[in-house]
């Protein structure tokens, strides 16, 4: 089972599954969620430019800084874990993510159709 099958049985949305899965961005998301993915996305791809404006955003949009903390430590665990993983070259158990091309040829497809 994939991780978009499985947030859509637990959500029961497989269409909000798959874009969060392959572009967030496609998702219709609240200005929160938008905004808690932006940061999940920055802290993740280049963690060295993040500063106090990113944590004023998150403030900016209802968040306090318990639920900003939270949302740091995991974020920063599962890029931990995976930098772990990729460090002592562990592949993902079949299903855990999709494949590059499978990955590549949906990423900016529409599901809402």
């Not at 497989?14 to 219709?28: C, G, S």
């Not at 609240?30 to 932006?38: N, Q």
Request: charge should be negative; glycine fraction near 8%; proline fraction near 3%.
């Amino acid at each position: 089972m994939s991780h978009a099958q499985d947030f859509g049985l637990e959500s029961g949305n497989d269409q909000l599954a798959r874009q969060l899965i392959y572009d967030y961005r496609t998702a219709e998301l609240s200005v929160e969620d938008r905004a808690l993915c932006d940061y999940a996305v920055k802290l993740t791809v280049t963690p060295g430019s993040m500063n106090e404006t990113d944590v004023v955003a998150l403030r900016q949009r209802g968040f306090n800084d318990e639920q900003i903390t939270i949302a740091a430590q995991v974020v920063g665990y599962f890029n931990y874990i995976n930098r772990i993983a990729d460090g002592l070259g562990v592949d993902p158990q079949d299903g855990m993510q999709p494949g590059d091309k499978e990955w590549r040829d949906a990423k900016g497809r529409d599901y809402s159709v």
